[in-house]
């Protein structure tokens, strides 16, 4: 078994920066492209054709198509559409761009490169500028209301199953239209504001780091720890929220730009691209589950 993982990643690294980021790309692509039928169905399609027929994948022309697909599913619900959905489709249109020219590995490491730094300096400008995260009003609202985090504080005793139902309900009594209610005191604690502090705190210090480490010039130190700043951060937010779209697309791009020298750090992309999957394991429901007994 590790005999064969081993001579399929060997057979995986002997094929051109193209070729690997295309057989990455369309799992991603027929995973967590979109969710609109118009543009599954073609995806599908030109996917399955890709797989079959190893020459289309490092076509430009394919690659143009299938963004155009996934432009237009962002586009008819751009105001409502997921984040992760238009950074798959700009990574797609890297691909065509890529294909067309001759060279086409330093265009899409350049693109990787650029595409990762500029999502997440956008990411902490957007926090920066939003007094709602800034005050950690945004973390304290998730963790109580938002099931992937208040799921796992009940499952770890941070949270209790009372408070986390009480929370619910005066929630309903308040966003509800015949409601005359003006304001309500959530059941909180101080552990769990804390926790939204620290949560703020670390959001915004991980994407700046991982900004700079992969805007600035390449020969520069700090591009350094681009590569393990952006498995530390997979790991650590989409582990707990799991928006393997992102997750996904992520991880593709890092291993792309990833210097080819560095064997070991492009095999934990790899593995991180598998292991995402794992992420959507409800351990917090199965620990509850268990705690409830028969």
Known sequence: MLASLRDGHAAFERQTVMQRASLLTIAVILLYGSSRWFVQVPIAILSLAALILPPLRTRAMLWLIIACFLLAGVAVGWTHEDNHKYLIAYWTL????????????????????????????????????????????FFHYSLLFD?????????????????????????????????????????????????????????LIIEVLIAAAFLVPIRWRASRARDWLLLLFIVSAYAVAPVLGFATVL??????????????????????????????IPWAKLLLYQSAGP
């Open 94 to 137: 890297a691909l065509a761009c890529a294909a067309s020219v001759p060279d086409s590995s330093h265009g899409l490491v350049l693109a990787a490169r650029l595409l990762i730094g500029l999502t997440f300096g956008f990411a902490a400008v957007a926090k920066l500028t939003a007094p709602d995260f800034l005050s950690g009003d």
């Open 147 to 203: 099931h992937r985090f208040s799921d796992k504080l009940v499952a770890l005793g941070v949270l209790d199953k009372a408070s986390q139902q009480f929370n619910e309900v005066a929630r309903q009594a308040l966003v509800s239209p015949t409601s005359e209610l003006q304001s309500i005191q959530f059941a909180s604690n101080a552990t769990v504001r804390h926790l939204a502090s620290a949560l703020t705190i670390w959001t």
């Open 251 to 280: 991880t593709t791009m890092g291993f792309v730009q990833c210097d080819p020298k560095r064997g070991g750090t492009r095999l934990a992309y790899l593995i991180l691209f598998v292991a995402t999957q794992l992420f959507r």
